[in-house]
């Protein structure tokens, strides 16, 4: 789905953001990082069997993800191009999906242990998702490796998600857009405040997103993991059917400068995927095994490569493109929004033109 330059320049209109400094120099650890363009697909038909995940070949495929998307020889020498000894590192979660696409111990544990390689203590890596409840529903804290520090923003959803329970009131991004029942006038209300988490407690953050559909946002991959995790106040990006405006939100998120320079390293899950019924429960009825791990420093040039890989089994399945498909029972908003990816690209978050991405396939036995 490509927009129109005037469409684009209109839903960038719309963002109002917190004074910020310029984006970080290419080359440059950050977003979008070392590597923009470059997309590395590890895909190992045996790293899942039955419904559960295959340590090993997780393992192989983490390894050799690292490898490509760096050149480094081995994959600590890998690791160390984004980390090293001192560092307290955050990793992004996604319980949403609940019970079916999740994130996955086997590969947290891969990435801790990658972690461990260059260098940085246990006791400074820190698993994190907004919500304690839903980190504790998903099992999360059962599962994690000794020593791996975790935490959350609040307890549980608010009714405005104004809560600042653990949120940083020096950080935020602003923008024209409120929940109906919201006061327009208070600035507050117009506001997401970043997490503490991010803003105070780690220097750097690994983003784990999974492969999945969303109602509202078409899909629910890097872009979206960091835009509705790492921030209070998001439910007015999507409170209704048609009060829907995921495809400004997003980038006008993910373009905050805390976001754009702790955020080092992106990992998309697709050993699952789901095509269609996200982002929560009845995704479990559109389900697949695609097989697959990406790595990247790029998220634009990660969720483009994901989009098309959502579509492409959408076609398969009988389904419209998320960018055209009309509600149903199981996606009841008027329209998705995946075009969140396009405008992220022209705000310099990374890759977006198909012909510039280098995406590099490798298939392991």
């Given at each position: 789905?490509?927009?129109?330059?005037?469409?684009?320049?209109?839903?960038?209109?719309?963002?109002?953001?917190?004074?910020?400094?310029?984006?970080?120099?290419?080359?440059?650890?950050?977003?979008?990082?070392?590597?923009?363009?470059?997309?590395?697909?590890?895909?190992?038909?045996?790293?899942?069997?039955?419904?559960?995940?295959?340590?090993?070949?997780v393992?192989?495929?983490?390894?050799?993800?690292?490898?490509?998307?760096?050149?480094?020889?081995?994959?600590?020498?890998?690791?160390?191009?984004?980390?090293?000894?001192g560092?307290?590192?955050?990793?992004?979660?996604?319980?949403?999906?609940?019970?079916?696409?999740?994130?996955?111990?086997?590969?947290?544990?891969?990435?801790?242990?990658?972690?461990?390689?260059?260098?940085?203590?246990?006791?400074?890596i820190?698993?994190?998702?907004?919500?304690?409840?839903?980190f504790?529903?998903?099992?999360?804290d059962?599962?994690?490796?000794?020593g791996?520090?975790?935490?959350?923003?609040?307890?549980?959803?608010?009714?405005?998600?104004?809560?600042?329970?653990?949120?940083?009131?020096?950080?935020?991004?602003?923008?024209?857009?409120?929940?109906p029942?919201?006061?327009?006038?208070?600035?507050?209300?117009?506001?997401?405040?970043?997490?503490?988490?991010?803003?105070?407690?780690?220097?750097?953050?690994?983003?784990?997103?999974?492969?999945?559909?969303?109602?509202?946002a078409?899909?629910?991959?890097?872009?979206?993991?960091?835009?509705?995790?790492?921030?209070?106040?998001?439910?007015?990006?999507?409170?209704?059917?048609?009060?829907?405006?995921?495809?400004?939100?997003?980038?006008?998120?993910?373009?905050?400068?805390?976001?754009?320079?702790?955020?080092?390293l992106?990992?998309?899950?697709?050993?699952?995927?789901?095509?269609?019924?996200?982002?929560?429960?009845?995704?479990?009825?559109?389900?697949?095994?695609?097989?697959?791990?990406?790595?990247?420093?790029?998220?634009?040039?990660?969720?483009?490569?994901?989009w098309?890989v959502?579509?492409?089994?959408?076609?398969?399945?009988?389904?419209?493109?998320?960018?055209?498909?009309?509600?149903?029972?199981d996606?009841?908003f008027?329209?998705?929004?995946?075009?969140?990816?396009?405008?992220?690209?022209?705000?310099g978050l990374?890759?977006?033109?198909?012909?510039k991405?280098?995406?590099?396939?490798?298939?392991?036995?």
């Amino acid at each position: 789905m490509q927009l129109s330059r005037r469409q684009i320049l209109a839903g960038l209109s719309t963002i109002l953001a917190s004074p910020r400094p310029s984006a970080a120099a290419p080359g440059k650890l950050g977003i979008p990082g070392p590597y923009p363009g470059r997309v590395i697909a590890v895909r190992h038909p045996g790293c899942i069997a039955g419904d559960a995940y295959e340590r090993e070949a997780v393992r192989q495929m983490v390894h050799k993800g690292m490898m490509e998307l760096t050149g480094a020889e081995t994959p600590a020498e890998a690791w160390r191009v984004f980390f090293e000894p001192g560092d307290v590192v955050g990793i992004k979660l996604n319980p949403v999906g609940l019970p079916h696409i999740i994130s996955a111990p086997e590969l947290v544990h891969e990435i801790v242990d990658g972690l461990r390689l260059a260098g940085v203590r246990p006791n400074d890596i820190v698993a994190y998702d907004r919500y304690r409840s839903q980190f504790l529903k998903a099992g999360f804290d059962k599962w994690l490796p000794e020593g791996v520090r975790w935490m959350a923003a609040t307890d549980r959803t608010h009714p405005l998600q104004l809560d600042m329970d653990g949120y940083d009131p020096d950080q935020y991004v602003e923008m024209a857009l409120v929940l109906p029942q919201a006061d327009s006038s208070n600035p507050h209300h117009r506001r997401s405040y970043l997490a503490r988490f991010l803003s105070r407690e780690v220097n750097k953050m690994i983003n784990l997103s999974v492969l999945k559909h969303h109602q509202s946002a078409g899909i629910t991959l890097a872009l979206k993991n960091m835009s509705h995790g790492l921030v209070n106040n998001v439910n007015r990006s999507h409170s209704s059917k048609t009060l829907n405006a995921c495809n400004t939100f997003i980038p006008a998120i993910v373009d905050h400068p805390v976001i754009r320079q702790k955020v080092v390293l992106q990992i998309l899950d697709g050993v699952k995927g789901g095509y269609h019924g996200g982002p929560g429960g009845k995704v479990g009825k559109y389900m697949w095994h695609h097989q697959t791990i990406y790595f990247a420093t790029d998220p634009v040039a990660l969720d483009r490569v994901g989009w098309k890989v959502i579509d492409e089994k959408r076609r398969q399945m009988g389904l419209l493109p998320v960018g055209e498909a009309p509600p149903d029972a199981d996606s009841t908003f008027y329209r998705m929004q995946p075009e969140h990816v396009e405008i992220a690209g022209a705000l310099g978050l990374g890759v977006f033109d198909e012909a510039k991405i280098d995406l590099r396939t490798l298939e392991l036995a």
